[in-house]
C-alpha cells in the first residue's frame, strides 16, 4: 500500500524534485501550498490550497485528514509541528543554517562569526550574550518539533538549508553576473575581491538530503542534517564559472564590502555575513545521501532557466540587484584614487620572500648562507 504524502510548499526549487522523489518511490502525494504561485510543469499531484502559517487556516481545509508522512518546507514550523502533532507519523521539516552561533549578527560571536566547518552539534544561536531574533525564530521551530518527537508526536528529522539555488530560487543569486553580461557590461564589482566562502546546495541535491530521510525514517529519527554541495566556490570563483557559462569573459574588480554594500546584498541573504560553511558529511555517512548533479551542472541548469525566464520586479519583488551602473563606475573611480591616495601619503613595500627551510648550496653541519 503506497504511502499517503503531504508536501508543504513544492513550487520553489526544491519543490518539484521532492514531489518527484515520492512519485518516484510510489507514495500518494498531495501539496499544500497558498496557491499564490502554480509554476507550469509541476509533477500531477493534488493541490491543496491554504495558508500554513497559520493554524485555524490549515484547520479549515485540513480537518481530520491524516498523513503517513508529511513533509514541511514551507510556513511556520511551529505550528506545523504543532498542527500535524497526530496528523502523521513522520514529519520531515525544513530549516536553516541561521541556527548557528554568528551566522546572525557575527560581532555578537567570539571568535567572530560562525564556525568555520559547522557540524549539527556546533554552538548554535542561543549560546551569545544576545541572540539575535530570527535565528532564535528558527532554532526554536526546531526545537519545538523535535521535542514533540522526542515525546512520541511523530517520527521528525529537521534539514538545516544553506543557500539554496536552481531554478525558481526565491532569490535569483545568479542573476547578478547574467544580467550584467546580457548588457554588455565589461567589468563587474565583488565586495572584498570575492574572496567569501558561502556553503551552497542545489537544489536538487537539497531535494535528494530528504529523500534520503524519506528513505531511511528510523535512522533518522530525532536527527539534524545539513546539506550542502560536495563542491564549493568561493564567491569569485562561483561568479567566474556562471560568466564561463555564459560564454562570455569578464572582468572582476574587488572593493571592500564597506563601501560597496549593494553589491554584498546581490550575493547574500540580508542577515548573512562571510564567511557560511557546513560539515555536511552525517547525512552522507548516515543515510548515504549523495549529490545527484555537480554544482557546475546546476549552475547550467539554474543559468539557462534565468535567460529563458528573466526575473522581473513582480515575480521577485524582494530581489535587490540595483544594477545602477553609473554608481558601479564611480565607486571604482573612487575606490582607485583611495588606493593612489593610501599609496602616496603612507607608502608600504613588503619585505622579500624566502623559504624557511635550510637549502644549503654545499654539504654543511651548521646554518646556510641565509642563517638558516
Known sequence: MSKKTLVIGGTGPTGPHILQGLLDRGHDVSMLHRGAHEPPALPDVKHIHADPHFAETLEEVVGDQEWDLVVAT???MRVTGEFFAGRTAQLI???????YRGFIEPQGSKPWGM?????????LADTVAVPAKFAMQILSAERSVMERAAHGAYMASYVRYPQIYGPRN????????????????RYMILPDDGLWVIFRCAARNAAAGIMAIVDHPDAANGESYNVADDDQFTLRQWAEVVADICGTPLEFIGIPSLIAPSAVNEFLAPASRPHMMVDASKIRTQLGHRDVVTAYEALAETVEWLRANPPTPEAYPMYTGKFDYELEDRQVAAYAKAVELCQAEAPDVAPPLAHPMPHPKVPSLTSDERGR
Open 93 to 99: 521539516c525544513v530549516g536553516g543554517v541561521p541556527v
Open 74 to 76: 514551507y510556513g511556520r
Open 115 to 123: 564556525k568555520i566547518n559547522a557540524r549539527e552539534d556546533s554552538p
Open 170 to 185: 526565491i532569490v535569483p543569486w545568479e542573476w547578478a553576473v547574467v544580467k550584467r553580461i546580457q548588457d554588455g557590461r
